[in-house]
């Protein structure tokens, strides 16, 4: 599998439900990002967790990460139709904070009313 | 909020023809980047850019494509001689730990 993967790549759920997404990555890392892409439109960050954190929160967002298994989840809870979106995970390498950014395909997320 | 700001939104050019990418990163970041994204696949690193020289470059940032900082708040991305391949969507980002992306330029290339 290529440096950042997420699976599935396509969910649909319905407003309220909550969705997960998973990335699996290769290489080690110094960090890993989520963010969001509406169609057609740029990227927003979401979330950021360092190598050396497990879990982290941001408002509906809850984000995982395993280093010994080289994967991360995206949890958000209590979905809404404005979650509709495309979602990638990012990682920098281990080098440091300022290199590139290496994307996974994405998944994208279908919240119905 | 600081933001990053990209212009054009759209451009559309004849294949050959040369076209520039402008971006402004946000004022106090030092390290900027370009990236692709070609309709319906994943997001793609070009080139990374510090202390006015390119840190880091992909194998697609070949002699076609060049970068620069020509003042103290743009950085751009010029295509010398555009190819149907290089249609895509450009995104600029800049960096304080997190990437901060513009919302990029979709460029079309006939």
């Known amino acids: 599998s290529q440096q950042g993967e997420e699976d599935p790549q396509a969910l649909s759920i319905q407003e309220g439900e909550n969705a997960t997404m998973n990335c699996s990555y290769k290489?080690?890392?110094?960090?890993l990002q989520w963010y969001r892409q509406n169609s057609g439109r740029g990227l927003v960050h979401l979330i950021l967790i360092r190598s050396n954190e497990r879990e982290k929160h941001s408002g509906r967002l809850r984000v995982t990460l395993d280093t010994s298994k080289k994967s991360s989840s995206l949890l958000i809870t209590a979905s809404r139709a404005a979650d509709t979106a495309s979602y990638f995970c990012?990682?920098?390498?281990?080098?440091?904070?300022?290199?590139?950014?290496?994307f996974g395909t994405g998944t994208r997320l279908q919240v119905t009313l | 909020e600081p933001e990053v700001t990209q212009t054009p939104s759209h451009q559309v050019t004849q294949m050959g023809q040369e076209v520039i990418l402008r971006c402004v990163p946000i004022s106090n970041h030092l390290y900027f980047y370009w990236y692709r994204q070609i309709l319906g696949q994943k997001v793609e690193f070009l080139v990374s850019?510090?202390?006015?020289?390119?840190?880091?470059k992909s194998e697609i940032f070949d002699d076609q494509f060049s970068v620069e900082r020509p003042d103290g708040s743009n950085f751009t991305l010029k295509i010398r001689s555009t190819k149907l391949e290089d249609s895509a969507m450009y995104f600029c980002?800049?960096?304080?730990?997190?990437?901060?992306f513009g919302p990029g330029t979709r460029l079309l290339v006939l």
């Open positions: 290489t080690s890392i110094n960090n």
């Open positions: 980002a800049s960096n304080q730990e997190t990437q901060y």
């Open positions: 850019f510090y202390n006015n020289e390119i840190s880091e």
């Open positions: 990012a990682t920098v390498p281990i080098a440091g904070t300022a290199s590139k950014l290496t």
